[in-house]
């Protein structure tokens, strides 16, 4: 007898038109029995949707983003009914944590295969989260994003949306406990818990398993904008532990209080204020996923292949960036630096493209992690007020040495000599850049503001 699913799909997903009639005919074609009901406008509504349907059924397919999976989650840890994920939104953090395709008709795949495997759910004040919690910036973003916004740039909509909200937001001190008694004091503008390896459409932590039993807690100590540009260049590469300032704990469970009452959201939706308790609930959830060795984050994390093509994207979208940087700039020897550095930039970028072929690699596709960090690379100046070109030039140079250590791990993965050859080289070429950098920060006159506090001291 046919398995028989509840097939939902949201109308308001970014990529909804576009993937729902092709997913729902893999579906069918591989021998399901769909009981497909229309989603419902709100999310109470959705959770009473399953609740009702779920329980007579096998199980439930839902199309949609990390917002449309969120409203459902309470109602189906209650009834238990495993789930299978369409990834239809723009960031789709939860599918790829479990091991999920990007492309519609693969995830239907999945589904048709019938493979399943449990994966944790995070609590945040006792409700249920699959991605992240958070407090500061990416809580707001929930108020300042439209979908069309999301439709337009996909992913790269929330580190924009994060940077322009970044100046909004007032620094505050938080508390954070853990299960062990220890007690972390520090002031910043944002605050995650993370219950996987995913957050805002790419991987922050390939080391924080969606089925490990612990949750992540990352930060960003103040320290301006450079900070932010260094931290979130070392997570959209995967090494949280590179960047200066980011405050990264690991745990089962975290209290968080905070100066101020500040709201929490959970992913995308307000779950509260702090103070707050943030925990895991171990295997709650099954889900229809390849078996982790054979899609987990952290396998791909250590094929060769992903730190090149990773590198490779990441070295292009700069040249972009800098060339835009260049282009914008209003001091002639600045700007002929940040060209140089484009041009030399796009070259090595070519080189590793050709190394990559040479490897096997990757489906080439437009990498929405280089993508992102390149956008707040090369807009820092004109979204910001005060020193931000300063910050731009201190950011920018640090990150330097982010890639320069990318470089570095491709050139020991297991390639060929003249691959580790060239990635040495282009450990060597972030680093000059990033001292380059560092020379034109120190020759920047100070800023109106600084000059009036030196006059006053």
């Known amino acids: 007898m046919a398995s028989r699913l509840l097939f939902v799909v949201n109308p308001r997903s970014s990529r909804a038109a576009q993937g729902a009639e092709r997913a729902r005919a893999m579906l069918q074609e591989g021998g399901l029995a769909l009981e497909e009901a229309p989603c419902p406008d709100d999310g109470a509504g959705l959770a009473a949707l399953v609740r009702e349907r779920a329980p007579k059924l096998d199980g439930v397919v839902l199309g949609g983003g990390d917002g449309t999976l969120h409203a459902a ?17 723009t960031a789709n953090d939860f599918a790829g944590a479990i091991g999920v395709p990007a492309d519609p008709g693969e995830a239907a795949a999945v589904i048709v295969a019938g493979a399943r495997r449990r994966v944790d759910v995070g609590l945040a004040g006792g409700r249920p989260f699959l991605n992240t919690a958070s407090i500061g910036v990416a809580s707001e973003l929930r108020r300042g994003m439209t979908r069309a916004g999301k439709r337009q740039l996909g992913a790269l909509s929330y580190p924009l949306a994060a940077l322009r909200r970044w100046r909004d937001i ?107 308790r943030f925990e895991i609930r171990e295997g709650a959830l099954e889900v229809f996923a390849p078996a982790p060795a054979a899609a987990g984050v952290e396998v791909l994390e250590r094929e060769p292949v992903v730190a090149w093509n990773r590198l490779g994207e990441a070295l292009g979208a700069t040249a972009t960036a800098l ?39 990757l489906p080439k596709s437009e990498d929405a992690d280089a993508t992102a960090l390149a956008a707040l690379w090369s807009r820092a100046r004109t979204l910001l007020a005060g020193d931000a070109r300063a910050a731009a030039l201190a950011g920018g140079a640090e990150a330097e040495r982010v890639y320069a250590a990318c470089a570095r791990e491709a ?14 080289g282009i450990a060597v070429e972030c680093e000059h850049a990033a001292a380059d950098l560092e020379a034109a920060l120190a020759a920047q006159p100070p800023s109106s503001d600084s000059r009036s506090r030196a006059s006053t001291e």
């Open 323 to 361: 060339a835009d940087a260049a282009a914008r700039s209003d001091d002639a020897a600045l700007a002929d630096l940040l060209g140089a550095l484009a041009r030399r930039r796009r070259a090595l970028a070519e080189d590793v493209a050709v190394h990559v072929r040479r490897l096997g690699g």
């Open 411 to 424: 050139a020991a993965a297991d390639v060929p000599p003249s691959a580790a050859r060239l990635a040495a």
């Open 73 to 89: 989650l309470p109602a189906l840890l209650e009834c238990g009914a495993p789930l299978g994920v369409l990834p239809l939104g």
């Open 170 to 276: 007032r620094p505050f001190t938080v508390w954070v406990r853990d299960e062990a008694a220890s007690v972390r004091v520090f002031r910043t503008r944002q605050l995650a818990v993370a219950n996987g390896p995913r957050q805002g459409g790419g991987i922050v932590d390939p080391e924080n398993a969606i089925d490990d039993g612990a949750l992540a807690l990352h930060a960003v100590e103040e320290g301006g904008l450079a900070s932010l540009l260094v931290a979130h260049a070392a997570l959209r590469l995967g090494r949280p532990a590179a960047a200066r300032g980011l405050v990264a704990l690991r745990g089962s469970a975290f209290e968080v209080a905070a100066d101020r009452v500040l709201e929490v959201s959970a992913d995308g939706e307000r779950v509260g204020y702090t103070p707050m």
